[in-house]
């Protein structure tokens, strides 16, 4: 299931019907949590690099490997 759909679907339901929905105890251990996580701190990143932060301190305040920010930055400049 795409993200996309994922959100239509069940964008109206908390957190905790979620859990309840398909019975998971451990919200953050699975994958779908991890890849939205990500996804929303690489999204962050403009918006960080736009008020004056360096690279080094985007990696710290996100808890991301420099290499991927830098990778995220180059990725974002290629699609402009």
Do not use: C
């Amino acid at each position: 299931m795409s993200l996309r759909i994922f959100e239509s679907e069940f964008s109206n339901k908390t957190r905790q019907e979620l859990e309840a929905m398909f019975g998971l105890t451990e919200w953050r251990q699975t994958r779908f949590y991890q890849e939205v996580e990500e996804e929303t701190k690489l999204a962050t990143i403009p918006r960080l690099l736009k008020i004056g932060l360096s690279v080094e301190q985007i990696a710290e305040a996100l808890e991301l490997d420099i290499k991927v920010v830098r990778q995220a930055i180059e990725k974002q400049q290629h699609e402009k």
